[in-house]
C-alpha cells in the first residue's frame, strides 16, 4: 500500500482554468467541456485531450446489414451534445480530485460521473460510473477518447493479442505481453470500418522512442483499448482506405467494451 503522506505536494490553481501542478507536471482541466485538456511532463505533452466520453464505433459489415446508424445512431453524436457540472475537492496536498457529470440530452436520461484523482506523483486514478437510459437502443461502445501527441508510437499491452480481437469473437487471441507500433494497430480492410480493437487488456503503454517518455494506463482489472492515427469519426466516414487521411496525433481509445462483430 503506497502512503499517499510521502509524496510530493501538487499545487492547485483555479485562476485561470484548473491546473494542478506538480514537481515535473501540469494538468490541465477544462471544466466546461468536462475533459482533461492536457499533460505535460517535464516541459513534454503526453496527452492533449483527452476523458472524452465515446459511444460509437465505426460500423463493420454486419453493422451495416442491419443499418446500426438508423437504429442507434443516437449514440454517435451523444458525447458531443453532452451537459456538464463539475466539483473539486483538495483531499490533501498529495490528493485532489476533480469529478465532472455529464448527461446526454440526445439519448435520454443517461448519465455518467467521471472522476479524477491526481495525486503527488503525477499518477491518476479515474472512476468511470455510466448509468445508460434503458430505454434506449444497445450502445456500440462505453469508454473515452483521449489525444496524444503524434510521437508515442510504440505500444506495448499485456492482454489478448497479437492481433485485433473483440468481446465475443476473441478465444483465439491468446493472454499475453505484445508490442506493435500505432500504425500497425490500424487494419485496412477494403471496406473501412471499427479496427484494432484489444480485449482483456490489464495494463498498455504507449512510448515516444527518442524520448523515452510515455504514458501508461491500466484496467481495474480490465478493460479494452486502441491507439491509432485515425478517430472513429474517420472510420466512420470513409468507405475505402485510400479515402482515410492519417491524423499526425493518435487517438487512444480507453473502453470498457465495445459490442462484439
Known amino acids: 500500500e503506497i502512503d ?13 482554468g484548473l491546473t494542478i501542478e506538480g514537481k515535473d507536471f501540469t494538468i490541465k482541466f477544462d471544466e466546461r467541456a468536462g475533459t482533461l ?31 446500426m446508424e438508423r437504429g442507434h445512431g443516437e449514440w454517435r453524436n451523444a458525447s458531443k451534445k453532452r451537459n456538464v457540472t463539475s466539483e473539486v475537492k483538495e483531499v490533501s496536498a498529495q490528493e ?16 455518467m460521473k467521471l472522476t479524477y484523482t491526481v495525486y503527488g506523483s503525477g499518477d491518476i486514478v479515474v472512476n468511470y460510473t455510466f448509468n ?16 496524444v501527441p503524434g510521437g508515442y508510437e510504440k ?38 470500418g471499427e479496427t484494432g480493437q484489444r480485449t482483456d487488456v490489464k495494463w498498455a ?27 472513429p469519426e474517420q472510420l466512420t466516414n470513409v468507405k475505402l482506405p485510400w479515402e482515410l487521411k492519417r491524423d499526425k496525433d493518435i487517438t487512444l481509445r480507453v473502453d470498457l467494451h465495445q459490442m462484439g462483430l
Do not use: C
Open 4 to 16: 499517499i503522506s510521502s509524496m510530493e505536494a501538487a499545487k492547485v490553481n483555479k485562476s485561470n
Open 37 to 67: 485538456a492536457s499533460y505535460v511532463l517535464g516541459g513534454d505533452t503526453i496527452i492533449k485531450n483527452g476523458g472524452i466520453p465515446n459511444f460509437w464505433r465505426a460500423p463493420i459489415d454486419n453493422d451495416k446489414g442491419f443499418n
Open 96 to 111: 485532489t480530485q476533480v469529478t465532472f457529470n455529464f448527461s446526454f440530452p440526445d439519448v435520454g436520461s443517461s448519465k
Open 132 to 147: 445508460p437510459d434503458g430505454s434506449k437502443s444497445y450502445i456500440p461502445n462505453v469508454g473515452t477518447l483521449f489525444t
Open 155 to 192: 505500444v506495448r499491452y499485456f492482454g489478448r493479442g497479437p492481433d485485433e480481437n473483440y468481446l465475443g469473437r476473441n478465444r483465439g487471441s491468446f493472454m499475453g505481453l505484445y508490442s506493435t507500433y500505432a500504425d500497425s494497430m490500424t487494419v485496412m480492410y477494403m471496406e473501412i
Open 205 to 231: 503503454t504507449l512510448t515516444n522512442e527518442k524520448t523515452g517518455k510515455g504514458l501508461m494506463i491500466v484496467g481495474n482489472p480490465r478493460m479494452e483499448f486502441s491507439a491509432q492515427h485515425y478517430t
